[in-house]
């Protein structure tokens, strides 16, 4: 079983999330789009998917459905949600299953932080903000 995969269409985004990852030492593999995401998860099924929300091919919305149509017995891998574009795009990832979900620009310190939560089955911290 894989660790991580990152599905971004961005190419800067999707190494600068591999890099990110590797140096905190996971195993990670990327993807350009949905369609691509779906043909490794065949082959190296990963526990945790990074998707955007918005590329072209198939989308993270989309990847998300097919994901839940998968019934092989595997177990479910868990799945952060990111988007620049429409939070609507976040609140529909959050109602097909998405563990966590985040605008960017992300913040390396909680992605570790909840990435770490998720690959050890941990539940995730809520983080408060002062008003």
């Known amino acids: 079983m ?3 995969l990152i599905v971004e269409d961005d190419a800067d985004g999707r190494e600068s999330l591999t890099e ?12 350009q789009n949905g369609r691509q995401a779906l043909d490794h ?4 099924p990963p526990r ?3 998707t955007d929300m918005a590329m072209p091919v198939m989308d993270g919305i989309n990847l998300m459905r097919e994901l839940r149509e998968m019934e092989d017995g595997a177990e479910r891998p868990k799945v952060i949600a990111i988007s620049a574009r ?3 795009l976040l609140e529909t990832a959050r109602a097909l299953g998405a563990d966590q979900t985040y605008a ?3 913040s390396c ?3 570790l932080r909840d990435v770490r939560s998720l690959m050890d089955n941990r539940p995730l911290r809520k983080m ?3 008003r």
């Open 104 to 106: 960017k620009p992300i």
């Open 48 to 50: 945790l998917i990074i």
């Open 20 to 31: 990110i990852l590797q140096c905190a030492g996971y195993d990670v593999h990327s993807a």
């Open 2 to 4: 894989c660790s991580i």
């Open 41 to 44: 998860i065949h082959h190296c």
């Open 86 to 88: 429409r939070k609507v």
């Open 128 to 130: 408060y903000v002062a």
């Open 109 to 111: 310190f909680r992605l």
